[in-house]
């Protein structure tokens, strides 16, 4: 039996910049915009000590902080292309609820909440697979705000 874990990086914008420093004074060979070519690429990489049959999961939660709200730094654009799930969490000090920027934000998962969604909030599933050009984009995004401020409203109502 093995573990599940949770890793959560705080920055890894400033993990990087410090693995840049270290890995200038080693004398190693820089990659992209002078950072080290393996900066992911050990990230997730685990020997399983004991018994090799156990199962486990890592599951890692980490904060981009680009420089100046720059999405097209290296290590942004690095985090980016593994992640699975983004919140762009650029509207945090609006009075906005949720504080997620919709507009940014994206999932890989999309599937797996269709069940929660057609529960929840059924007329959300077919809305998301809409095309822009044959159902007129504008009549999509109104329909798509009414929705968030029903939502807003579900997620203020809610008893913790």
Same mark, same amino acid.
């Given at each position: 039996?093995?573990?599940?874990?949770?890793?959560? +990086?705080?920055?890894?914008? $400033?993990? +990087?910049? !410090?693995?840049?420093?270290?890995?200038?004074?080693?004398?190693?060979?820089? !990659?992209?915009?002078?950072?080290?070519? @393996?900066?992911?690429?050990?990230?997730?990489?685990?020997?399983?000590?004991?018994?090799?049959?156990?199962?486990?999961?890592?599951?890692?939660?980490?904060?981009?902080?680009?420089?100046?709200?720059?999405?097209?730094?290296?290590?942004?654009? !690095?985090?980016?292309? =593994?992640? /699975?799930?983004?919140?762009?969490?650029?509207?945090?000090? $609006? %009075? @906005?609820?949720?504080?997620?920027?919709?507009? =940014?934000? @994206?999932?890989? @998962?999309?599937?797996?909440?269709?069940?929660?969604?057609?529960?929840?909030?059924?007329?959300?599933?077919?809305?998301?697979?809409?095309?822009?050009? +044959?159902?007129?984009?504008? %009549? =999509? %995004?109104?329909?798509?705000?009414?929705?968030?401020?029903?939502? /807003?409203?579900?997620?203020?109502?809610?008893?913790?």
């Amino acid at each position: 039996m093995g573990l599940n874990m949770s890793m959560m +990086a705080d920055s890894t914008s $400033c993990w +990087a910049e !410090a693995l840049r420093e270290i890995s200038g004074r080693l004398a190693e060979m820089p !990659a992209d915009s002078g950072y080290p070519a @393996y900066f992911y690429e050990r990230a997730g990489r685990v020997k399983c000590l004991g018994n090799p049959g156990r199962e486990g999961s890592i599951s890692i939660v980490g904060a981009v902080s680009p420089p100046g709200g720059d999405f097209s730094d290296p290590v942004t654009t !690095a985090t980016l292309n =593994i992640v /699975q799930v983004f919140w762009g969490l650029d509207i945090f000090s $609006c %009075k @906005y609820f949720p504080l997620v920027n919709w507009l =940014i934000s @994206y999932s890989k @998962y999309e599937r797996a909440l269709d069940e929660f969604y057609e529960r929840s909030y059924p007329e959300f599933v077919p809305l998301r697979n809409k095309d822009p050009y +044959a159902d007129g984009e504008a %009549k =999509i %995004k109104q329909t798509y705000e009414e929705l968030l401020e029903e939502m /807003q409203q579900a997620f203020m109502n809610l008893e913790l």
